[in-house]
């Protein structure tokens, strides 16, 4: 079986976001998508619960890496949602149930940082981004380098 146990912590990337799945389908996929491809999709804790959606998938200009995903959680029609930024390195995409499963259960997303769509949090700051990769146990991206077909970056 292809999903994940919640009881196994799947393989992760300290830079992008897991893979697990039968493979890919017709077209691009799933190592290179679009990223409105993948607004949309739910999102599944650990412990099976489908917690929201995926809003937003946040670039960070300057590296060229994402760097979070927006998950929107709860509300009716937009009103009373909260928005939860989400490292993306933390997410595993399942190409088998076509949705973004998380490691940690939903009562730990209830009590995480959350934000609404009129007041979102300063992304680009430092510190907000530390405590935010902290809470979810992941290193934080700017601080990772990616080794892509035994090509390291250049050393200053």
């Known amino acids: 079986m292809t999903t994940l146990d919640p009881t196994i912590r799947p ?11 039968s493979g890919t389908g017709a077209g691009p996929g799933p190592d290179v998508m679009a990223a ?14 489908e917690i929201g959606r995926i809003s937003e998938i946040m670039l960070d200009v300057r590296s060229g890496r994402i760097a979070y995903a927006v998950l929107a959680s709860g509300g009716f029609l937009g009103m009373g949602e909260r928005l939860f930024a ?7 995409l399942d190409t088998d149930e076509k949705c ?24 680009a700051d430092e510190q907000w ?3 935010l990769h902290q809470y979810y146990d992941r290193e934080p991206y700017w601080l990772t380098t990616q ?10």
Do not use: Y
């Open 11 to 21: 393989s992760t990337s300290s830079t992008g976001a897991a893979i697990v799945g």
């Open 36 to 49: 409105d491809t993948l607004k949309r999709n739910k999102l599944l804790t650990s412990d099976r619960v």
């Open 86 to 92: 989400i490292p993306w390195n933390a997410l595993t």
């Open 100 to 123: 973004f499963r998380l490691d940690v259960t939903a009562e730990r997303i209830k009590n995480a940082p959350a934000f609404d769509k009129d007041h979102w949090p300063a992304m």
């Open 129 to 131: 981004g530390s405590s």
């Open 147 to 156: 080794d892509v077909a035994g090509n390291r970056p250049p050393e200053h």
